[in-house]
């Protein structure tokens, strides 16, 4: 089967709707505010910012900034039939629900040849980590699995993360509202990629809610 790979970078502001569903075209698009960069003659010096892998903590773990600090990563397959284009997927931040502030991540995958997988990732350093949860909403409990929480902790593989590389092992439908789940990196130090999601494994379209990304330190 073939497959369709991307990762998009996103930093600052980001053009993705509040509305659920809004589809990422794959481009990173960045808006800032102008500001007068000029220092007045008695501002004190502005110190540089450390770019060592210590210093990195998780950002915007909430998303409430938007997807500020992360970037997206899909492993797709192509649509049934003659098509090389990858099944319908969205990526999108909605005030429909949250479990922390006002906003979560919604991740939609259409299921039709029951494989996908999308995700968001930024580096961390998990030296004093024990756990990392995040909160996933399901809308109803089921006995049939249909998607799965796509965690992945540890060195990124040089041509980037692919379904394989992720810890599948946890059904989404197996509760309905907001479940934290957890997973332990107390094998991991120092700077690592981190990354969430969702892996479809029914054919249907698949839409899951994701939120409160923390990192647990006892």
């Keep these: 089967m073939q497959r369709r790979s991307y990762m998009a970078g996103f930093t600052g502001f ?5 509305a659920e569903g809004t589809p990422l075209t794959g481009r990173s698009t960045t808006s800032t505010d102008p500001q007068d960069e000029s220092e007045r003659p008695d501002d004190p010096p502005i110190p540089e910012r450390s770019t060592t892998p210590s210093s990195r903590a998780l950002r915007n773990g909430s998303f409430e900034s938007y997807l500020d600090g992360w970037s997206v990563g899909t ?9 090389t284009d990858p099944v ?3 990526v999108s ?25 999308i995700w968001v990732e930024q580096p961390v350093n998990v030296s ?14 089921s006995y049939n699995r249909m998607s799965q929480v796509a965690f992945f ?15 599948r092992e946890k059904d989404i ?18 700077t690592v990629t ?18 409160d990304v923390r990192l647990v330190t006892e």
């Design 194 to 211: 981190l990354a969430v999601g969702m892996n479809v494994v029914w054919e249907t379209g698949i839409r899951r809610y994701f939120d």
């Design 173 to 190: 439908e197996d509760h309905s509202g907001w479940k934290t789940y957890s997973y332990s990196v107390d094998d991991l130090s120092g």
């Design 128 to 141: 004093r980590v024990r756990t990392v949860t995040v909160d996933v909403y399901s809308q109803q409990e």
């Design 93 to 117: 931040i909605t005030s429909e629900r949250a479990s922390d502030g006002d906003h979560s991540l919604a991740l939609y995958i259409d299921g039709i040849a029951d494989d996908g997988t």
């Design 153 to 167: 902790a540890g060195k990124k593989p040089r041509g980037g993360l692919a379904e394989s590389d992720f810890n």
């Design 88 to 90: 319908e997927h969205s």
């Design 75 to 83: 492993d797709l397959p192509s649509e049934p039939g003659e098509s």
């Design 14 to 18: 980001l053009g993705v709707g509040l």
